[in-house]
């Protein structure tokens, strides 16, 4: 179902919701997808069936939403992300339920340009995953993940590095498609000069 007009090139299935006049060309909601009014979903996503996109939430260009992904308010997912099926973000760190907090008082999340997070992804507010991440599935993310950094486990550690390819990289930090990374001063990955 459709409220309103869409944008120009959006597909909504007869079955998925799609209440945002923010919607960018070319993107595709599911059967069974919600997208609330004011949530903002760039061009080229596809929001799976089951998944639910909050007002307020922010979702760049190309990202893909799989099936039962819950995105809240004050999470923003920057272009060419991959949210697994059934990732989860939260957006409150003392919620309750007689306690309705909205706004600013709700703790924002970000993922940053093509980075991948897994299948059960847990996604602790206040974090920020870096660009080129990767979050194994059923990860909780309970703090910031470094750029191309590959993490596992509860709560969610650094066991390498990925490339932007999305391969692990080797010790020696080169990836099997050719590309060499560095790490700088302050033990930040980067690609090699």
């Known amino acids: 179902m459709v409220v309103g007009e869409p944008a120009v090139g959006v597909q ?3 079955r998925g919701l799609c209440e945002s006049a923010q919607v960018g060309a070319g993107t595709r909601v599911w059967a069974f997808a919600h997208v609330m009014a004011g949530a903002v979903v760039g061009r080229g996503c596809n929001i799976g069936g089951g998944a639910f996109v909050e007002s307020g939430a922010v979702l760049g260009d190309r990202v893909t939403v799989k099936n039962n992904v819950l995105v809240w308010d004050r999470v923003t997912v920057e272009d060419d992300v991959f949210l697994g099926p059934a990732v989860v973000f939260t957006n409150d760190l003392r919620p309750r ?14 993922v940053r340009t093509g980075a991948t997070l897994g299948a059960g992804v847990v996604m602790v507010c206040g974090t920020t995953v870096g660009r080129h ?10 703090a910031d ?18 490339c932007t390819c999305g391969r692990r990289l080797s010790q020696e930090l080169s990836c099997e498609c050719g590309k060499q990374y560095e790490l700088d001063d302050e033990a930040r990955l980067a690609p090699a000069r």
Do not use: K, Q
């Not at 991440?133 to 309970?142: E, H, K, L, R």
């Open 12 to 14: 909504v299935h007869a």
């Open 97 to 110: 339920a007689h306690v309705a907090r909205s706004g600013e008082e709700l703790v924002p999340t970000m």
């Open 133 to 142: 991440a990767f979050v194994a599935a059923g990860a909780v993310v309970t």
């Open 145 to 162: 993940v470094p750029d191309h950094a590959l993490v596992v486990g509860n709560p969610a550690r650094r066991v390498g590095w990925v």
